[in-house]
């Protein structure tokens, strides 16, 4: 069967990659995919917003099943769009109704949710630019670090955690006032900060039953110790150390039940990824924020310890039917660092070469931000380059490979973290 799956990241790759291993896939087709997508399947130069262009693809290409990679066309109702279109509306879609990528697509929606379905997680209101001074006095209820999240998609860096009352005061004008993260920033959830260490649990659901996918931690601030500005993510690690049998019975039964429950009785049609960043305070685990597809770079390292056909469970999800299928894991560790440009996550240059691809050995390399030549040279042109991801029996012995097959890599101006997986020695 030919599938299209849309989107351009290292998500994408590393989806390509798994859909391509499944007998089921004969044609595999990726809009607008990136260098490496290109080596394995035929890529196709078209937005995934520009719906009118995905059904022209779709019906041109006999395209039996559509897999949506990122946020931005699930946010703008591709679901919705295929179930409404009468040429379209049998072609299975994996990922959420536009009601349902409500859940990423607004924080006040998340958190509205959350409270109604008394899924744990932190205090919160919200406010606009005309309420922006009555934010700023219930900043003064809370004790600092304060935390500042647009409401609308801000490719993972809308959200700001400042040290200092007047300091936080000054950036929910920005965000507000001054639309720092315009559209996305219209409105500003304060939330009340939350002192422990992170993770994040995919699940796979059909809207009634669900598989949870293996947990991952990923690592978003550029410098190293997690310092500096927030990026798109700069590795990540799966399964995570601290996330034991007993600490995944709590997540299961507070927090995944809850939300694919919750998500039945509003009846919000979901047939996919739910991505929930959790945070561990103390032995509890409580909910930062719902994403509704995988993210990026952790798909890189919780794909490849599916051992499942990936297309066998899409075809289960849209049938309501996953409760039927098994659900199995390798129980190796994946382990993933992000190569990016110099100067990410602000000003950066693209369309640098990049050398020593084909000496890689014992890792996977996932392509994110690259482009062919018309030589057939491997460009940089984003500011995530690629990820490369390694097995190991632990995560201490994964991150060495990975470690070890980055130094083969070179393009002007290769930047990477030199310690993912710090935190969890």
Same mark, same amino acid.
Request: aromatic content about 8%; glycine content about 10%; some cysteine.
């Given at each position: 069967?030919?599938?299209?799956?849309?989107?351009?990241?290292?998500?994408?790759?590393?989806?390509?990659?798994?859909?391509?291993?499944?007998?089921?896939?004969?044609?595999?087709?990726?809009?607008?995919?990136?260098?490496?997508?290109?080596?394995?399947?035929?890529?196709?130069?078209?937005?995934?917003?520009?719906? =009118? !262009?995905? $059904?022209?693809?779709?019906?041109?290409?006999?395209? &039996?099943?559509?897999?949506?990679?990122?946020?931005?066309? /699930? %946010?703008?109702?591709?679901?919705?769009?295929?179930?409404?279109?009468?040429?379209?509306?049998?072609?299975?879609?994996?990922?959420?109704?536009?009601?349902?990528?409500?859940?990423?697509?607004?924080?006040?929606?998340?958190?509205?949710?959350?409270?109604?379905?008394?899924?744990?997680?932190?205090?919160?209101?919200?406010?606009?630019?005309?309420?922006?001074?009555?934010?700023?006095?219930?900043?003064?209820?809370?004790?600092?670090?304060?935390?500042?999240?647009?409401?609308?998609? =801000? !490719?993972? $860096?809308?959200?700001?955690?400042?040290?200092?009352? &007047?300091?936080?005061?000054?950036?929910?004008?920005?965000? /507000? %006032?001054?639309?720092?993260?315009?559209?996305?920033?219209?409105?500003?959830?304060?939330?009340?900060?939350?002192?422990?260490?992170?993770?994040?649990?995919?699940?796979?659901?059909?809207?009634?039953?669900?598989?949870?996918?293996?947990?991952?931690?990923?690592?978003?601030?550029?410098?190293?110790?997690?310092?500096?500005?927030?990026?798109?993510?700069?590795?990540?690690?799966?399964?995570?150390?601290?996330?034991?049998?007993?600490?995944?019975?709590?997540?299961?039964?507070?927090?995944?039940?809850?939300?694919?429950?919750?998500?039945?009785?509003?009846?919000?049609?979901?047939?996919?990824?739910?991505?929930?960043? /959790?945070?561990?305070?103390?032995?509890?685990?409580?909910?930062?924020?719902?994403?509704?597809?995988?993210?990026?770079?952790?798909?890189?390292?919780?794909?490849?310890?599916?051992?499942?056909?990936?297309?066998?469970?899409?075809?289960?999800?849209?049938?309501?039917?996953?409760?039927?299928?098994?659900?199995?894991?390798?129980?190796?560790?994946?382990?993933?660092?992000?190569?990016?440009?110099?100067?990410?996550?602000?000003?950066?240059?693209?369309?640098?070469?990049?050398?020593?691809?084909?000496?890689?050995?014992?890792?996977?390399?996932?392509?994110?931000?690259?482009?062919?030549?018309?030589?057939?040279?491997?460009?940089?042109?984003?500011?995530?380059?690629?990820?490369?991801?390694?097995?190991?029996?632990?995560?201490?012995?994964?991150?060495?490979?990975?470690?070890?097959?980055?130094?083969?890599?070179?393009?002007?101006?290769?930047?990477?973290?030199?310690?993912?997986?710090?935190?969890?020695?």
């Amino acid at each position: 069967m030919t599938i299209l799956l849309l989107g351009s990241g290292g998500r994408e790759h590393a989806l390509a990659w798994k859909l391509l291993k499944s007998p089921l896939c004969s044609n595999l087709l990726v809009a607008p995919g990136n260098a490496g997508t290109a080596q394995i399947a035929t890529n196709v130069n078209i937005s995934p917003v520009d719906f =009118a !262009a995905v $059904k022209q693809l779709v019906l041109d290409k006999n395209v &039996e099943m559509v897999v949506v990679g990122p946020e931005d066309p /699930l %946010v703008a109702g591709i679901y919705d769009f295929f179930k409404a279109d009468e040429d379209l509306a049998g072609i299975p879609v994996i990922g959420p109704s536009k009601l349902g990528a409500t859940l990423e697509g607004s924080k006040e929606f998340a958190k509205e949710f959350l409270i109604k379905h008394k899924i744990p997680t932190a205090a919160y209101d919200s406010f606009t630019a005309e309420t922006v001074e009555k934010g700023c006095k219930f900043l003064e209820t809370l004790n600092p670090p304060y935390v500042l999240k647009a409401d609308g998609l =801000a !490719a993972g $860096k809308g959200v700001l955690i400042i040290e200092d009352l &007047e300091e936080a005061k000054t950036e929910l004008r920005n965000m /507000l %006032v001054g639309q720092k993260f315009g559209s996305a920033s219209a409105k500003v959830v304060i939330e009340e900060f939350l002192d422990g260490i992170e993770l994040s649990c995919f699940v796979l659901t059909d809207g009634k039953s669900y598989k949870i996918l293996p947990t991952a931690k990923d690592y978003k601030r550029i410098g190293e110790g997690d310092t500096g500005l927030n990026t798109g993510g700069m590795g990540a690690v799966s399964p995570v150390p601290f996330a034991d049998h007993d600490f995944m019975q709590k997540i299961e039964t507070r927090i995944v039940k809850p939300t694919v429950d919750g998500l039945h009785k509003d009846g919000i049609e979901y047939k996919g990824f739910v991505f929930i960043g /959790l945070i561990k305070v103390g032995d509890d685990p409580m909910v930062i924020e719902y994403n509704v597809r995988m993210g990026d770079p952790e798909t890189e390292v919780v794909i490849p310890r599916l051992k499942s056909d990936l297309v066998e469970l899409f075809f289960a999800v849209w049938n309501e039917r996953l409760d039927e299928v098994a659900l199995e894991i390798d129980h190796r560790a994946a382990t993933t660092v992000m190569v990016v440009s110099g100067g990410y996550p602000e000003d950066y240059e693209k369309g640098k070469l990049i050398s020593g691809l084909d000496e890689v050995d014992g890792s996977i390399v996932f392509h994110a931000g690259t482009k062919l030549d018309e030589a057939g040279n491997v460009l940089s042109n984003g500011g995530r380059v690629i990820a490369v991801t390694s097995y190991g029996n632990d995560y201490k012995e994964a991150i060495k490979k990975s470690y070890q097959n980055i130094e083969k890599l070179h393009f002007d101006t290769m930047y990477y973290r030199k310690d993912i997986g710090f935190d969890l020695a």
